[in-house]
């Protein structure tokens, strides 16, 4: 049954966000409630499929809906022009028109995929979000952000193009890797410290009810991290001002990833470059001790790491220094005035290696 609704208003762009506990089989009602059309492609990697494929398929042929299977390999190497280019020759061949309606079933991977061929095939055709991760549940499925990689870049060719509607089912995360699992309690860690409660309270007293991937738990912080998420689309869609907000401990994050060669999930990248905004915010005598206490807690609570190890402060700034967000000489970073008021800002260099070398001297 769903059980919750998350409202994203973006003028005629808005759209719902359903979440609930086993609803796929009840996926083809609200498709019908939305579109006229009668054809879908469903565009997913085998893993998700052998999961989840027959209970959405099953819904979709329940409401006499023809549907069209598109399998994309599994891993970050389908967000590819060259795997977008295979998806729109499936589509195509099997004479996909403008309202037709593409179903993307899976995590982020998937969904920024689909999205991206969605808002590009036949210059945009409607789409939806089903994602099957926790990430995708609470980041990449909302707000429209749509992209392949380049080769010399991440997300570099992209789009904003809003889902039609989002749909969660949160019973699919049991079958989700433990590690896939924590990479995606990091980003609900993210709104946590910069929303504050109710989140903050409920993954410290409920932290063994979402281990346990209780459903109504699931469900509960599934919307709220989405409600959240939503705000801040809402006021900047496009990504020019608050937006920045949701990159809260990924300036350090990615260069860990890099640093690292992807050692570190990006995940648990975000989670040590929480703690590290925290320090900086301390140091910079905008919050106290407690609160980097607090993300040490919450973070290894999770099973994430709360520091690096193999990569050092002067590696670490070399590779943030390429960092495309860097302006003047300065580098960005979104830090706390408080649990729930996150800031950006620009730190200068020296400030920057000082505080790093003694966050990664501490234990
Ligand atoms: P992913 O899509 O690669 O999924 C992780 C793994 O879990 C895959 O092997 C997948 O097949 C498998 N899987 C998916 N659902 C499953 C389930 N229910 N049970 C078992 N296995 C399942 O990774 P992800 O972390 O979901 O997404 C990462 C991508 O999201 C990155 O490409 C990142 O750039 C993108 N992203 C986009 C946004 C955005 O706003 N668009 C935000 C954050 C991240
Ligand atoms: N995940 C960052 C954003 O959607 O802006």
Redesign the pocket.
Not at 106 to 112: K, P, Y
Not at 139 to 147: E, Q
Not at 172 to 177: E, I
């Given at each position: 049954m769903i059980k919750q609704v998350v409202e994203i208003s973006l003028g005629e762009r808005s759209y719902p966000i359903y979440i609930g506990d086993n609803i796929l089989h009840g996926f083809v009602d609200k498709f019908k409630d939305k579109f006229n059309a009668v054809k879908a492609a469903v565009i997913t990697?085998s893993?998700?499929w052998d999961?989840?494929g027959g209970r959405l398929t099953e819904s979709l042929t329940a409401g006499a809906i023809d549907y069209e299977l598109i399998l994309v390999p599994?891993?970050?190497k389908a967000?590819s022009l060259s795997v977008a280019g295979q998806v729109y020759g499936g589509l195509i061949k099997k004479g996909f028109e403008r309202k037709d309606v593409i179903v993307a079933l899976?995590?982020?991977?998937?969904?920024?995929l689909a999205?991206f061929v969605a808002a590009t095939y036949e210059r945009g055709v409607p789409f939806v979000q089903v994602?099957?991760?926790?990430?995708?549940q609470v980041?990449?499925?909302?707000?429209?952000?749509?992209?392949v990689?380049h080769e010399l870049g991440?997300?570099m060719i992209g789009a904003f193009y809003q889902p039609a509607f989002v749909y969660i089912d949160v019973s699919?995360?049991?079958?989700?890797?433990g590690k896939?699992f924590a990479?995606?309690m990091a980003?609900v860690i993210k709104y946590a410290f910069i929303k504050g409660e109710p989140l903050l309270g409920l993954i410290q007293e409920k932290k063994r009810a979402i281990l346990g991937k209780e459903t109504g738990v699931l469900s509960e912080m599934v919307r709220i991290c989405c409600s959240i998420k939503g705000e801040i689309v809402e006021k900047d869609e496009r990504d020019a001002g608050v937006r920045a907000y949701l990159n809260y401990g990924h300036t350090l994050g990615h260069a860990i990833e890099s640093t690292t060669r992807y050692d570190y999930s990006?995940?648990q990248a975000v989670a040590v470059g929480m703690v590290f905004a925290a320090r900086l915010s301390q140091r910079l005598g905008m919050v106290g001790e407690d609160v980097v206490e607090l993300h040490k807690r919450v973070i290894s609570a999770y099973g994430l790491p709360v520091t690096v190890s193999g990569a050092g402060a002067v590696e670490l700034v070399q590779v943030m220094e390429r960092d495309k967000k860097r302006t003047g000489g300065e580098h960005v970073f979104v830090l706390l005035d408080g649990v729930g008021n996150p800031v950006v800002k620009n730190i200068d260099e020296d400030t920057l290696v000082s505080v790093l070398s003694e966050f990664l001297r501490e234990v």
């Open positions: 990697n893993t998700v999961l989840y599994d891993g970050e967000k899976g995590g982020g991977v998937v969904g920024d999205g994602p099957t991760t926790l990430l995708a980041d990449s499925s909302v707000g429209g952000k749509v992209a990689n991440k997300n699919t995360l049991n079958t989700l890797p896939e990479g995606g980003e990006h995940g």
